[in-house]
């Protein structure tokens, strides 16, 4: 059977038939999430078999510093009694694993004093995060959005923004109009301009990508955050100011978005400054974002790698030598991936960012 005939393309079809073309976010909303057959709820994205391989996945090395960088942040917080530990799409599970195991290595009190929250849109995801957590299962709870105030708020998202719809504005000869896309019998989805529109604000370059609900999440981020302090850690790759970053991925590389809708995930790179400023807004300050390898190597993970290379087997120390490579190496995820922290107003600059790299700072400029 044709893809066209899944149910993500028939709603699609049905919807555009309706009312005319629709927002490329729209799409992404039905593609990605939306029905039991969208991609995140109905495949299996993650690891060499699925679609796409992420830090965790790559490396224990990966979550073992953001764990580190998160407990510091806590044990000069104070070490507070309770606090909430957060983690946005959580995948498979992997990076709360390694963070969870950390702390109870390193830091027991601190994860005495965790709960848990888990946002994870697919109902086979969130079991399957269940499975690999079992150890701290009295202490976790999955919602669709962040737990109220009181708490100080640890926040981690790696590849989760990348994979919330944004909408796409292209600057013409008439002004700004929107990309949209259509339908035909002759020629599938396709993208179409809508009409003439003024754009929400004066972007650079002739195309603007907006993405409504990351503003959503950096807004109530940074609420959180100015409230009650804490961290976050937002892991992505970022889009270009002026370029076009929707796109489609499977199999380990780039797939044609408007094709077989449902089995592609449909991703789109993530706006920094604009999180920033919605999250500054609030109140937060934001450090970065920075990349992924600088990062990784300002947290010690050269000296975790030789500590566990110590004691690997030939084989193993091969991959280990892998993965760091992978994750650190400009030329494979270390530049490309962008971390952006964002803390609480009366927090201290967190581990892994200098002082100056606060963005906005006057003795700074905006760091990228
Ligand atoms: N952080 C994981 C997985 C990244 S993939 C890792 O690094 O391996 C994106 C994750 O976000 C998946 O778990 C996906 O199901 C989830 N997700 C995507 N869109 C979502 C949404 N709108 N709400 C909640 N979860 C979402």
Aim: hydrophobic share 45%; charged share 20%.
């Amino acid at each position: 059977m044709s893809r066209e005939g899944s149910a993500v393309a028939v709603l699609a079809r049905k919807v555009i038939e309706a009312q005319g073309p629709i927002p490329i976010a729209a799409l992404m909303r039905l593609a990605n999430t939306a029905l039991p057959e969208s991609y995140y709820r109905a495949q299996q994205p993650f690891g060499t078999q699925g679609d796409f391989v992420t830090a965790p996945e790559i490396s224990q090395m990966f979550g073992e510093m953001l764990a580190l960088a998160l407990a510091d942040q806590w044990q000069r917080m104070g070490a507070p009694a309770s606090v909430d530990l957060v983690e946005l799409g959580p995948g498979r599970g992997a990076l709360m694993a390694d963070v969870l195991r950390i702390w109870q290595r390193a830091a027991p009190s601190l994860l005495a004093a965790a709960r848990v929250t888990l946002v994870e849109a697919s109902e086979r995801l969130r079991a399957e995060q269940k499975r690999a957590l079992a150890a701290h299962a009295d202490r976790l709870a999955w919602s669709d959005r962040l737990p109220g105030n009181g708490r100080p708020l640890f926040l981690i998202a790696n590849e989760f923004f990348d994979a919330l719809p944004v909408r796409q504005f292209v600057r013409t000869a008439e002004g700004w109009r929107e990309r949209l896309v259509n339908w035909s019998e002759a020629r599938g989805f396709h993208e179409v301009l809508g009409p003439v529109t003024r754009a929400m604000e004066e972007p650079e370059g002739d195309l603007w990508e907006h993405s409504a609900e990351s503003m959503d999440w950096a807004s109530r981020i940074g609420e959180r955050l100015a409230a009650d302090g804490g961290l976050a850690l937002i892991v992505d790759y970022a889009n270009r100011p002026g370029e076009s970053s929707f796109r489609g991925i499977a199999r380990h590389g780039k797939a044609d978005p408007l094709v077989d809708l449902g089995a592609v995930d449909l991703s789109a790179g993530v706006d920094f400054p604009a999180l920033t400023s919605e999250a500054g807004g609030q109140g937060a300050i934001a450090y970065g974002p920075v990349g992924q390898g600088s990062y990784l190597r300002a947290l010690g993970i050269q000296t975790r790698h030789a500590q566990l290379a110590a004691r690997a087997t030939p084989g193993q120390r091969r991959e280990l030598d892998a993965a760091l490579e992978r994750l650190t190496d400009a030329q494979a995820m270390g530049e490309e991936f962008r971390v952006l922290a964002l803390t609480g107003p009366y927090n201290p600059p967190p581990a892994g960012f200098a002082a100056q790299e606060q963005t906005g700072s006057e003795e700074a400029p905006q760091c990228s």
